[in-house]
């Protein structure tokens, strides 16, 4: 997928890292090898160290040796289900996060059983942004100190700071809706670099969204109406490409 073109272009959000100071590491199971290879590539984008694996039996072996903080892991695996891997799991890393992933209507009562234990889960299909999101969530709450720094980001007179949620243009405040933020999010990481329709639906809409290239059009035109209007534009269009985000010359 286009989007796994991604992973050397991002730098560490600033979101959470170990108290050491290390980047947090998470292994992702999925027999899904296109899905397996998008989150890690998402995963790695927030600065995080990532593993794959694709079966039950690979994944505890990863485990042992990676010792993860957090699993993102499928319920339906061709050895043997999320749950059991969960099981094994906790036998050596007994404070691990797990974020489970289920089909609609998979054993979903077994996994809410699972999850009152302080876990979670989230059903296919489902936005990369909140995979991010809960598992933020989860490792906040299994104690994982917050970065200082980097939490802010600079394009020309446009700001953002990540952690509130805050964006200003020529100092002031611009009102973004939850989508509009992290699309502006995806260029603001990613500015001078022409960012296709189709990497931009993988990165802020549903990894099997369909590729309704319309959706990202619109809400190009919506950030352009708050962020360009009555200032030099910093979203411009490549014709035939994509959009890119850049400080005037």
Known sequence: MESASMTHAGHASGGIQRADGSPVRVLVV????????????????????IRTAA?????????????PDAVVLDIMLPDFDGLEVLRRL????PHICVLFLTAKDSVQDRV??????GDDYVTKPFSLEEVIARLRGLLR???????????????ADLTMDEDAREVHRGGELVELTA??????????????????KAQILDR????????QAHVVELYISYLR?????????????????????????
């Open 90 to 93: 906790r036998a050596s890393l």
């Open 112 to 117: 809410a059983g699972i999850t009152a234990g």
């Open 55 to 67: 079966d039950g039996r690979s994944a505890v072996r990863a485990a042992r040796e990676f010792q």
């Open 204 to 211: 802020v809409w549903n990894y099997d969204f369909g590729g």
């Open 179 to 196: 989508t509009e933020f992290e699309l502006l999010r995806f260029m603001m990481r990613n500015p001078r670099r022409v960012l296709s």
């Open 141 to 155: 709450r299994a104690g994982m100190t917050r970065a200082s720094a980097g939490t802010e980001l600079t394009v």
């Open 225 to 249: 109406k708050k962020i360009d209007s009555g200032h030099e534009p910093l979203i411009h269009t490549v014709r035939g490409v994509g959009y890119v985000l850049k400080a005037p010359a």
């Open 30 to 49: 999925d027999d899904e090898p296109s899905l397996a290879e998008l989150l890690g590539s998402v995963l790695r984008y927030e600065g995080w160290d």
